[in-house]
């Protein structure tokens, strides 16, 4: 168990629908980043934030959006889903600030769009 | 850009040793894990080199060659378990804490 949490496991929706992902980092850690894996693109950055602010962006739609909170959980959410928005969406969290950072996985949340 | 590159999948046999190789085309460099990823769950994190030579941890070793982009993950005495994705990862320059990841490999150890 890394520490990380995420919810929920599993979701099942329908095309053109929305949904909001959560996640709540390690104590201590002060950033999240979330990554999408689907079986022929492997783990994708997609947005990192760092107490409570935006730090870096990487391949993520403008249909999705992110935020955290002031308890440093934080949300990934995905609008006007479509089918190849099926896939697992991971949450991981670091110190960040320290030369050998690590991130920790949480268990992911599997989306399936329909 | 980034491009990291690993085998796509490997085959070894219970109780040998096995090698996965990762090259990688950074516009910076600051680090290369290794993570292992079980089917459907989340990876964990096996080891992390940012300097040059081997890191060794129980049965996982990694090494690292900045100058030709090279690194390698080690599994000795290969068990049952050890069937896995193992993913590397760089992370770019200072200041930034975002990894890529490559595709990852897939390994199946055989009896």
Known sequence: ?114 | GQNIDQPTEMTATEGAIVQINCTYQTSGFNGLFWYQQHAGEAPTFLSYNVLDGLEEKGRFSSFLSRSKGYSYLLLKELQMKDSASYLCAVRRGAGSYQLTFGKGTKLSVIP
């Not at chain 1, 960040?96 to 690590?102: L, M, R």
Request: aromatic letters at 12%; charged letters at 15%; one cysteine or more.
């Open chain 1, 1 to 114: 168990d890394s520490g990380v949490t995420q919810t929920p496991k599993h979701l099942i929706t329908a095309t053109g629908q929305r949904v909001t992902l959560r996640c709540s980092p390690r104590s201590g850690d002060l950033s999240v980043y979330w990554y999408q894996q689907s079986l022929d693109q492997g783990l994708q950055f997609l947005i990192q934030y760092y107490n409570g602010e935006e730090r870096a962006k990487g391949n993520i739609l403008e249909r999705f959006s992110a935020q955290q909170f002031p308890d440093l959980h934080s949300e990934l959410n995905l609008s006007s889903l479509e089918l190849g928005d099926s896939a697992l969406y991971f949450c991981a969290s670091s110190v960040a600030g320290q030369f050998t950072d690590t991130q920790y996985f949480g268990p992911g949340t599997r989306l399936t769009v329909l």
